[in-house]
């Protein structure tokens, strides 16, 4: 049975999902963007002493947490590459599924 407010709760039950699933995109977008930034500057032999360098090798080692050292091959660079890249597409992965998922729901 329909009544005058079922509509209305839709919609702002749809509006709810396209939020969620923005909110989990742009975060997912994020992380893996840092985690890009970071792989190009170990890669192309940024300036460590520069600030922000610092701080996306900061926040990506954070993000990465245990991925960090899955692989150990001899090149430090290769390191990061392959583990943050890892990284990076687990949290892509992650993210899209469950942005398919929020919109699905209802």
Do not use: C
Request: hydrophobic share 55%; proline share 2%.
């Amino acid at each position: 049975m329909t009544g005058p407010g079922t509509e209305t709760r839709r919609r702002t039950a749809d509006t709810v999902r396209n939020v969620a699933a923005t909110v989990i995109s742009l975060a997912t977008t994020a992380v893996v963007l840092i985690l890009a930034v970071h792989i190009v500057f170990v890669a192309f032999e940024a300036n460590t002493g520069n600030g922000l360098v610092r701080w996306f090798a900061g926040r990506a080692t954070d993000l990465a947490w245990q991925f960090k050292d899955v692989f150990q091959p001899a090149n430090a660079k290769a390191t990061v590459v392959v583990n943050y890249g890892l990284a990076a597409v687990v949290y892509l992965v992650i993210g899209r599924t469950l942005v398919s998922l929020v919109r699905r729901l209802g």
